[in-house]
């Protein structure tokens, strides 16, 4: 792999850790998460979306339209993959919810709810009211429409009020609850891209 490429998922890494720390993914460190989001960036299935100014990733987005072949991705680097877990090990409870994710990944869309998903977004603060997410955003939405897809989920938890607003202004609207964790609430919210009767792409600006 590109040492540009290694850093760029550290980056998004060390982003996702200090932007998304009241998800439990950042818990687990940036080892863990750097090599979570090469396997995205490199799965079939899967994507990850930056933009860099002056080479420093300052936001992403990642998607896929199912987690085994992330799984699959990140099991090819064992020794890697457990030296990330490492610390993880005397905590029973953190096991157990690495153990829910993993359970809830492998689990079907419904048949109301889409298989696209986007997966997690994040911008550095100082990029934060120029754009950097609403066009992260629209991008994965486009690479969503380009594969087919006409919709895309995006699951919240009930205590990420920024976020919730976030989804709603880009025209995603509620459609399930879920509990990945016990006692945790979030909110599925459907995104659709593509207007069945007409074809028209439904993505706000």
Request: proline share 3%.
């Amino acid at each position: 792999m590109p040492l540009h490429e290694a850093s760029i998922h550290r980056q998004v890494a060390a982003l996702h850790a200090a932007n998304i720390d009241q998800g439990f993914l950042a818990t687990l460190g940036v080892p863990f998460l750097a090599l979570m989001y090469r396997a995205i960036d490199e799965a079939a299935d899967s994507v990850l979306l930056v933009e860099e100014r002056d080479g420093r990733v300052i936001g992403f987005v990642s998607g896929g339209t199912g987690m085994g072949s992330i799984y699959r991705r990140m099991l090819r680097r064992p020794v890697a993959l457990c030296l990330a877990l490492m610390p993880s090990v005397g905590h029973p409870a953190r096991i157990r919810r690495i153990l829910n994710i993993l359970r809830y990944g492998r689990q079907e869309s419904s048949e109301r709810l889409p298989r696209a998903e986007l997966l997690s977004i994040a911008v550095v603060t100082e990029a934060r009211g120029t754009g950097t997410a609403v066009r992260l955003y629209l991008r994965l939405a486009t690479h969503f429409r380009l594969l087919g897809e006409d919709a895309f989920k995006i699951t919240v938890g009930d205590a990420l009020a920024s976020a919730h607003a976030f989804y709603t202004k880009m025209g995603a609207l509620p459609a399930a609850r879920v509990e990945v964790h016990q006692g945790h609430g979030s909110i599925v919210y459907v995104h659709t891209l593509v207007n069945r009767e007409n074809g028209v792409v439904a993505t706000r600006e």
